[in-house]
Every structure is written in structure tokens, then in C-alpha cells.
């Protein structure tokens, strides 16, 4: 199913809770580009693209939009003091040398065991998987932000992925309007559940089997 404006940002803003100071960041498409509109400037926060930039900052007011200056996915940023630009083969550089605390992706579906599926539909028409692949395996840490059930009002937290993969094992949390899971040792843990939605729903919407963490916690 779709989400509303609010309910992205919703998400976006608890994911903006596992960055730390001084973290080096990649944002993917969807979503997670909002995560930048939830960093406070005093964490020294600096956001990668692949495209060639380190201090990516917010997204611009509307109508401050500056053309030549945008992200991977082709959207309008702004820039942090101490940003600097360089080519995509050193920002691909950055991130297959692990030099990235974290990525926080999209995803079409990911597993009990942390597999992300996030590139392709068999027989639609994509762009590509852009830098995804290597965001998943190199990153630090490995977030995941999408909708709780597709269009069709089927789980996207499946115990197996059915679409092809872009990594196996590789994302360690993922943040829907529902719920928040880690993955820990090949399984899923609940460990936090948005508001207004109960331990039943969650259930209800969720294909994959997961445990629910003695100190489940809920977002208001």
C-alpha cells in the first residue's frame, strides 16, 4: 500500500535516531532521502552519495533549488560547511572500502535472515540497481525503510525473498509504519511497534516468523 506524506516522514524521523555524532551516511532513494531532514547540524553528520559528494545537508526549501546540485537519485540537496565533491569512482571508492558507518536503503522485500531484495521486478521496467549491491555489502550497519505490505496488501517481510536479491544477510534493522525488527543471528526481532498499530497487527501483516523483545517498546 501507498503512505501518506506524514507516514514517510514518520519513518524517516525514527530512522534518523540510529545515526550518532560524527557517522558517515549513505541515504538511498524513496524514504530514506527524508532521514537528512531529521539530522541536528551539532552531530557533525556527513552524508555520502554516490554521485561524488561527503556533507550532503537538507533538502532545499522550494524554490532554492539549486540545478546543478543533487543526489544519486537526482534530486535536489543542499550542502553542509566542509562538504567537498570528487568523481563517482572515489565515491564508490569510499564505500568498497568500508568506509561507511551505515546505509539506510529501500527495499521491495527483505527476509528473516536479513536477505534485501531492492533492485528489480521480473518483467518491469527499472533504471537499474544503482549502487545498492555495494551500499549492502560494505556498509557498516545496514538500515532498511519501506512499507509494511505492498500494494497488493502482502507482507514485504517475507521468510524467504521470491524477487532476486541484491544481498544476502546484509541489512541489520528495518523500519516500516508498523514496526521496528533487528536482525540478529539469521532472525527477526521485534522491538518496536508505531503508533497506533498492536502486537496483533503487526502479526497480521508480517509473513516472516519473528520473537518479540522482553523490552518491546512503543513509538508515539
Known amino acids: 500500500m501507498d503512505l501518506g506524506a506524514e507516514t514517510r516522514r514518520r519513518i524517516a524521523k525514527r530512522a534518523a535516531k540510529e545515526i550518532t555524532k560524527g557517522m558517515i551516511v549513505n541515504l538511498g532513494i524513496g524514504i ?8 541536528k547540524p551539532e552531530l557533525g553528520v556527513m552524508l555520502h552519495t554516490e554521485n561524488g559528494i561527503l556533507g550532503m545537508g537538507p533538502s532545499p526549501e522550494e524554490g532554492t533549488e539549486d540545478g546543478h546540485l543533487s543526489n544519486a537519485g537526482g534530486y535536489p540537496v543542499t550542502l553542509l560547511p566542509g562538504a567537498s565533491y570528487f568523481d563517482s569512482a572515489t565515491a564508490f571508492g569510499i564505500i568498497r572500502k568500508g568506509y561507511l558507518d551505515m546505509t539506510i536503503l529501500g527495499a521491495l522485500e527483505v527476509s528473516a535472515q536479513g536477505d534485501i531484495a531492492n533492485w528489480i521486478v521480473p518483467g518491469k521496467r527499472v533504471p537499474g540497481m544503482g ?3 555495494d551500499l549492502a555489502q560494505k556498509a557498516k550497519q545496514v538500515i532498511v525503510l519501506m512499507n509494511h505490505t505492498n500494494k497488493n496488501g502482502a507482507s514485504k517481510i517475507v521468510q524467504h525473498c521470491n524477487l532476486p536479491l541484491t544481498v544476502q544477510k546484509g541489512a541489520n534493522m528495518i523500519i516500516t509504519e508498523m514496526a521496528v525488527f533487528q536482525v540478529h543471528d539469521d532472525s527477526l526481532i521485534l522491538i518496536e511497534i508505531m503508533h497506533p498499530y498492536k502486537l496483533e497487527d503487526v502479526y497480521n ?3 516472516a516468523t519473528f520473537k518479540v523483545s522482553e523490552s518491546l517498546t512503543i513509538n508515539s
Open 32 to 39: 530514506p532521502t527524508l532521514v537528512s531532514d531529521y539530522l
Open 131 to 133: 549502487g545498492a549491491i
Open 205 to 207: 501483516a508480517t509473513e
